[in-house]
C-alpha cells in the first residue's frame, strides 16, 4: 500500500463519518471506520513494508494480573479499591463525613 492508498482509505472514512456532528462520536466513528477500510486492504493482501510502518502495531488482548502494590498515590484500582483499603486501615471505624472520606 502506497502513501497515496492510505490518503485514499483516510478521505474514505473522513467521508464515511462527515454527517455526524458530535466531536467525540465522530473522532471515534473515523477511527473505526479507517479501521475497517485497513483491515479489509490488508486481507486482500495489498499491504506492504510501507503501510505497515504508518498503522501502529495493536496490542495483544491478553489479560495482565494487576501488581499487588499500595493504593495511595497509585493510578491502578479506582476508588472502590481505594475505599477497601481506608476500610481495611480502620479510617471508618467513626463515622466520617463526606468531606472528611474526600480530603483522606
Known amino acids: 500500500m502506497t502513501k497515496s492508498d492510505y490518503k485514499d482509505l483516510v478521505a474514505q472514512a473522513e467521508e464515511a463519518v462527515r454527517s455526524v456532528s458530535d466531536p467525540g462520536l465522530k473522532q471515534i466513528a473515523f477511527q473505526k471506520v ?3 477500510l ?23 488482548k491478553t489479560k495482565r494480573k494487576p501488581k ?11 476508588p472502590t479499591q481505594y475505599i477497601q483499603e481506608l476500610i481495611g486501615d480502620g ?12 480530603a483522606e
Do not use: C, Q, W, Y
Not at 485497513?38 to 502495531?57: D, H, I, M, Q, W
Not at 499487588?68 to 479506582?78: C, K, P, T
Not at 479510617?91 to 474526600?102: A, L, N, R
Open 91 to 102: 479510617f471508618f471505624t467513626k463515622p466520617k463525613t463526606i468531606s472528611e472520606v474526600k
Open 68 to 78: 499487588r502494590e499500595s493504593l495511595r498515590g497509585a493510578a491502578r484500582g479506582g
Open 38 to 60: 485497513l483491515k479489509a486492504n490488508r486481507e486482500t493482501g495489498r499491504e506492504t513494508e510501507e503501510s505497515s510502518a504508518l498503522v501502529p502495531p495493536r496490542r495483544s
Open 34 to 36: 479507517l479501521d475497517d
